[in-house]
């Protein structure tokens, strides 16, 4: 706690260990007390006895009723040389000096013992200042904290805001890693084939790179929950648009066109569409990653509001991965249309011609 209240963006850095009064401590030889004929258990029942007292009758005053306990006197109980002349009786009920059995030493103990998972912990927890990013000011901590020396058994473990933080990260890659499962089954039923799909999702995959780009140009931390949620509502932007524009080139090619004229006659007629559908969004998203709201009860709009740090990463991710995936759709998807299909075709051709000259 001392090392990490000088990291800036901590406030608030409290901790939960409660020491305890002090307390001493019996510590008993067990070999020797057996060889006297004693046990740990009669000589702690006789030591709690003479501090702490035994009840040994009640005292009835009318319709009171009162303890009666006996233990040694105030001023020999405040004295640890005192206790150690205490005198414990064996089997044979000869007096044996607890100075003889035990040693006594003084130590501190404690108020609480909080366990997690059947561990005994102590939490040093704080809040983050505004204006700084958790994860730096957690990074900042495990630094400082792979620097201490730890006894054996003693260990570091990050819960809390982290914990959460990476549940949620778990959470999003599956939700992900779902979600284009389920647009690949969807696609390879809609087109029957497995090139159309695996060129639509790769212009989702590579639509990651304006995503990461948009979130280091505006400075925003990659926030799991939101940015996780715009990756994945990008995901089906792209794939509208990768749709589009494959299933036309597939309709030229049907009635008669070849791929390369196919692809640049659908890559000219459907480029308003495309182009509409991004800018739309875009424009769309614009005032929620700058932070435009509007106040209903005021009538007024407000600029830079506290809504703005949840929502701003989320649509940041959406804007920059939209414009790049529109590129990508206008060039990468015709560009791997072509590389698979029309070389597919013109073997398909090569075959057909010696087929012919072979019969010839």
Request: proline fraction near 4%; hydrophobic fraction near 45%; glycine fraction near 8%.
């Amino acid at each position: 706690k001392q090392k990490i209240e000088g990291i800036g963006g901590i406030v608030d850095l409290t901790d939960d260990y409660e020491s305890g009064l002090p307390e001493i401590q019996v510590d008993i030889d067990k070999e020797r007390a057996a060889l006297l004929g004693l046990d740990a258990y009669s000589i702690g029942f006789l030591l709690k006895g003479a501090v702490n007292g035994v009840e040994i009758g009640k005292y009835h005053e009318g319709e009171d009723e009162y303890d009666i306990v006996a233990r040694l006197p105030e001023a020999q109980r405040q004295d640890i040389q005192n206790i150690l002349r205490v005198r414990i009786p064996d089997r044979n009920g000869q007096p044996i000096p607890l100075s003889s059995v035990a040693t006594l030493r003084t130590t501190s103990g404690l108020s609480a013992i909080k366990h997690i998972d059947e561990k005994r912990v102590v939490t040093v927890s704080s809040n983050v200042a505004k204006g700084f990013n958790a994860q730096h000011v957690l990074a900042d901590v495990r630094d400082i904290a792979k620097t201490l020396p730890l006894p054996v058994g003693y260990t570091f473990e990050y819960t809390g805001e982290n914990e959460e933080l990476q549940k949620s990260q778990a959470f999003m890659m599956k939700a992900f890693v779902v979600a284009i499962l389920l647009i690949a089954l969807v696609l390879v039923t809609q087109f029957d084939s497995v090139l159309s799909p695996v060129i639509i999702l790769t212009s989702v995959i590579l639509s990651l790179i304006g995503v990461f780009l948009g979130l280091i140009i505006t400075q925003k931390p990659f926030g799991v929950i939101m940015t996780g949620m715009g990756v994945i509502s990008l995901a089906g932007v792209v794939v509208n648009n990768a749709i589009v524009l494959i299933d036309y080139i597939n309709v030229l090619r049907k009635h008669g066109k070849s791929c390369r004229e196919a692809i640049l006659t659908a890559g000219c007629t459907r480029f308003r569409p495309v182009m509409l559908t991004a800018v739309t969004t875009v424009l769309g998203l614009i005032p929620m990653a700058i932070g435009v709201s509007l106040d209903v009860h005021n009538l007024g709009i407000v600029i830079g509001s506290d809504m703005s740090q949840w929502w701003g990463p989320m649509s940041t991710a959406v804007i920059f991965g939209l414009i790049v995936a529109t590129t990508l759709t206008l060039f990468v998807v015709p560009s791997l249309y072509s590389l698979f299909f029309e070389g597919r075709t013109k073997k398909s051709q090569i075959e057909e011609s010696l087929e012919a000259v072979s019969y010839t």
